[in-house]
């Protein structure tokens, strides 16, 4: 049997900036933590190899200490790594490998192929037909050259690539880096690891994306694994298992509020949300003021025991009462202001800056009642 790991898109580097520093150094640190984790993986399962299908990196630019941190992490798993580049990471002739090679930090264990060829793994009985990607963008398909490579008898033969299967992506049209759907049976390929889709995503029984083991956006792809990849003899059928080693979970809530219970109701689900998630929160509809303030306290709450909670309200026009205003000591001018401003949330030109007004003015005058 042989049994490898198949991961891929660690995309070490990779900058938050839609988050607060702490959450974007903490969100950062997380991509080499998984980096260990698989190696850890790897050494408990007693795989034959590790296979990533590019992105490891997710700039050419990424400081020496990132390029070394990425290869330490590794260390745990000592048998073969091979490590392809993405488009990310492509295989320049200065690169952000050939910065690898130059600091001396890749261990000698791991292959890095920069142009197609075939790493042979004999004691593992191996042969991984490897593309790695020697530009950032390319219309030709790197893994045809896989048809014609030629393995030792008896090999079982992988595929190593980055790229989108053609036609069956959901975002894959006219895109780069193609890939052909029957790639595998062409080049009798066994299993055919690849990377570029960040969900984990089978495409036949042959030929897998492993998605990023590290979530790091809020599409729901099913991301944060590696594949499990046991395959008993040549011919056989891969045998596939995924397996969960993310840390943080990232969440998209796209919420329409209109009555009080619509806040209640996703006060009591923001209760779910714990130190693992990072939840962006999208409001839109209307509330009266007091429901809102309910709701932004819960909201307040979620984000203390989160990683992260980005929220974005500005579909959400407020629908302050009389007992709202008479609560804010809002009265006479202050009030028509109000009521003015209430009305042209419904105009779709000056919508965003109604919205905005308003709640300028509430904060404004709860100052000033607490002033006084």
């Keep these: 049997m042989t049994h ?31 980096v260990g984790r ?6 408990e399962r007693r795989a034959d190899a590790v296979l990533v299908a590019g992105d490891v990196f997710d700039t050419q630019a990424v400081s020496d200490r990132s390029i070394r941190r990425v ?7 000592a048998g073969p790594w091979v490590m392809i580049a993405g488009n990310h ?10 910065r690898a090679h130059q600091l001396g ?20 009985n191996l042969a991984v037909l490897a593309a790695p990607l020697t530009q950032r963008h390319t219309y030709d398909d790197t893994t045809a050259v896989f048809d014609g490579m030629e393995t030792p008898p008896g090999r079982v033969r992988v595929g190593l690539a980055h790229g989108s299967v053609t036609g069956r992506l959901p975002d894959s049209i006219d895109s780069a880096n193609p890939i052909a759907a029957d790639r595998a049976s062409r080049a009798q390929l066994q299993y055919l690891a690849l990377g570029d889709w960040h969900g984990t995503l089978q495409i036949d029984a042959r030929i897998w994306y492993a998605g990023t083991p590290e979530p790091d956006r809020f599409r729901s792809n099913d991301n ?8 008993h003899g040549v011919g056989a ?32 689900r923001l209760q779910e949300i714990g130190a693992q998630d990072v939840l962006r929160l999208e409001l839109s509809g209307h509330l009266p003021l007091h429901a809102w303030d309910a709701l932004q306290e819960a909201i307040e709450r ?58 300028l003015l509430v904060q404004f005058q709860r100052e000033h009642s607490e002033a006084a």
């Excluded at 698989?38 to 050494?43: D, E, G, H, N, V």
């Excluded at 944060?224 to 395959?231: E, H, M, P, Q, Y």
């Excluded at 969440?251 to 006060?267: N, P, Q």
């Design 302 to 359: 979620a984000a203390a025991r989160s990683r992260a909670v980005l929220l974005d309200s500005e579909q959400l026009s407020l629908m302050p009462g009389e007992a709202d205003l008479s609560a804010l000591g809002a009265s006479g001018y202050v009030a028509e202001v109000a009521a003015q401003l209430q009305a042209l949330q419904e105009d779709p030109v000056q919508a965003h800056t109604a919205r905005h007004a308003l709640r």
């Design 224 to 231: 944060g694994n590696v594949l499990d990849v046991r395959i």
């Design 105 to 124: 930090c890749i261990g000698h264990n791991v292959h890095i192929p920069m142009c197609p060829g075939v790493i042979d793994l004999p004691q593992q």
């Design 71 to 77: 290869f330490d992490a590794m260390s745990a798993y």
């Design 237 to 268: 059928a891969p045998e596939v298992q995924i397996v969960p080693v993310g840390r943080y979970r990232w969440s998209l809530w796209s919420e329409a509020l209109t009555l009080d219970s619509d806040a209640e109701v996703l006060a009591h």
């Design 4 to 34: 490898i790991i198949h991961t891929a898109d660690w995309q070490i580097g990779r900058q938050y900036g839609q988050f607060d520093g702490d959450d974007a150094a903490m969100l950062a640190e997380a991509r080499y933590e998984v």
């Design 89 to 98: 990471d492509a295989a320049l002739i200065d690169s952000v490998w050939s």
């Design 38 to 43: 698989i190696a850890t993986l790897a050494a």
